[in-house]
C-alpha cells in the first residue's frame, strides 16, 4: 500500500513538472522553443483535430510583428510600421505547422503569400504612411482570418474605424480593448468600435 502511495505521488510531482515546462512559451520562447506548439486549454478530439486555443511561438511571432504595425501606424510612425512589416514578411514563412489541423493548414496556405506581400509593401514605403494604411487594411483580414482558425494565444479585439476611406470603414487586430486607430493616427486616435473578442 505505501509503494502504491508512493508511485501516485511521485506521478502528480512529474505531472506538475510537465505543465511547468509546457508554459515556457507563453513567456519569452528562446530559439530552441521557436515554433513549438504547446497546450493552452486545447482539447483533441478522437479523430486528432484541435479545438480551443492553440499557440504557436512561430505564429506568436507573426501577430506581435503585426501589432507592431499597428501601433506604429496609430503613431503616425511610418518607419517603424516598416520595420515591423519587414518582420512580419519574414515571420508568416516561418511559420511551424506541427500541431495545426488541416483547417489550420488550409487557412494558413490561403492566406501566407498575401499577408508576406502586404508586409513587404509597408516595409518598402517607410516614407509613405498612406500607403502602408492601405496594405495594412487588406492586412488585417487576412490575418483576422488566420488567427480566428488557429486561435490566439490571448484575448484579441477586432476593431472597426467607420471613417477610414471616405467613411468606408476598416477593421484591425488589437491586443487591448482601448481604441488606438492606426488609420486615422494621431488625428482621431479613439475612433472606432470592437465588433468582436476573440479568445
Not at 12 to 38: I, R, W
Request: glycine content about 8%; proline content about 3%; some cysteine.
Amino acid at each position: 500500500m505505501r509503494l502504491i502511495i508512493m508511485a501516485t505521488a511521485l506521478a502528480a510531482v512529474a505531472f506538475t513538472a510537465c505543465n511547468n515546462n509546457g508554459n515556457k512559451a507563453t513567456d519569452a520562447p528562446d530559439k530552441a522553443d521557436h515554433g513549438n506548439m504547446v497546450d493552452s486549454g486545447m482539447h483533441q478530439k478522437n479523430d486528432g483535430e484541435y479545438t480551443g486555443m492553440l499557440e504557436s511561438a512561430s505564429m506568436n511571432t507573426v501577430v506581435n510583428a503585426y501589432l507592431q504595425v499597428k501601433n506604429a501606424l496609430a503613431n503616425d510612425d511610418a518607419k517603424a510600421a516598416a520595420t515591423a512589416g519587414n518582420e512580419v514578411a519574414t515571420a508568416i514563412t516561418n511559420v511551424d505547422l506541427t500541431g495545426f489541423n488541416a483547417a489550420q493548414k488550409k487557412m494558413y496556405d490561403e492566406v501566407k503569400e498575401e499577408i508576406k506581400e502586404h508586409g513587404i509593401h509597408i516595409g518598402n514605403n517607410g516614407g509613405k504612411i498612406a500607403h502602408q494604411r492601405e496594405h495594412f487594411e487588406t492586412m488585417s483580414k487576412d490575418m483576422y482570418d488566420l488567427v480566428k482558425v488557429v486561435g490566439p494565444s490571448q484575448t484579441m479585439y477586432y476593431t472597426h474605424c467607420p471613417m477610414y476611406n471616405n467613411n468606408k470603414g476598416a477593421n484591425w487586430l488589437s491586443e487591448v480593448k482601448e481604441i488606438r486607430n492606426p488609420y486615422l493616427g494621431k488625428k482621431m486616435p479613439d475612433c472606432g468600435t470592437v465588433k468582436e473578442e476573440l479568445k
